[in-house]
């Protein structure tokens, strides 16, 4: 059951990275491609998935964020956070486009310490 889940949830994540690329390059496009409905509906039943798996490994491994053992994935969560903040700034509030090319890179560095951390299960700060 673990493995499975796990697998679930680094797709879910590669799939939402991508879907947020192309989302930001197709944003710098100025493309009308950006409005179609699936691009608008796509990301959240991905991040749904994501989410929903993330919770599921949680419960099989016991890994509890907010506590001593699970400090790493506490970082990991603030670093999700961070993300996602970082990728609406970038596909909704930035006002000019060098913004928003400061929070994509932004997200997806994010990600990157997000992954480290998961890996490593070592928080940056612990």
């Known amino acids: 059951m673990y493995v499975a889940l796990k697998h ?6 590669a ?3 991508l879907l947020f690329v192309v989302r930001y390059g ?3 496009a100025n493309s009308s491609l950006l409005e ?3 691009l608008k509906i796509t990301p959240h039943v991905v991040d749904t998935f994501m989410l929903l798996s993330g919770v599921a490994l ?4 016991g890994f509890i964020p907010f506590t001593e053992a699970g400090g790493w994935l506490t970082e990991k969560l603030s670093c999700v956070l961070a993300y996602i ?3 609406f700034f970038t ?3 930035g006002k000019n486009k060098v913004f928003k090319s400061f929070a994509f890179l932004g997200a997806l560095g994010w990600v990157v310490a997000a992954g480290k951390i998961a890996v ?4 940056f700060l612990g």
Do not use: C, F, G, Q
């Not at 679930?8 to 994540?13: P, S």
């Not at 949680?58 to 491994?61: D, G, H, K, Q, R």
């Not at 490593?120 to 928080?123: I, L, N, R």
């Open 26 to 28: 197709l944003m710098m």
């Open 91 to 93: 596909l909704k509030y």
């Open 15 to 17: 799939l939402s990275v």
């Open 120 to 123: 490593t299960k070592t928080p």
């Open 58 to 61: 949680i419960a099989v491994t």
């Open 36 to 38: 179609r409905k699936a």
């Open 85 to 87: 903040a970082l990728a």
């Open 8 to 13: 679930t949830h680094m797709l879910a994540i």
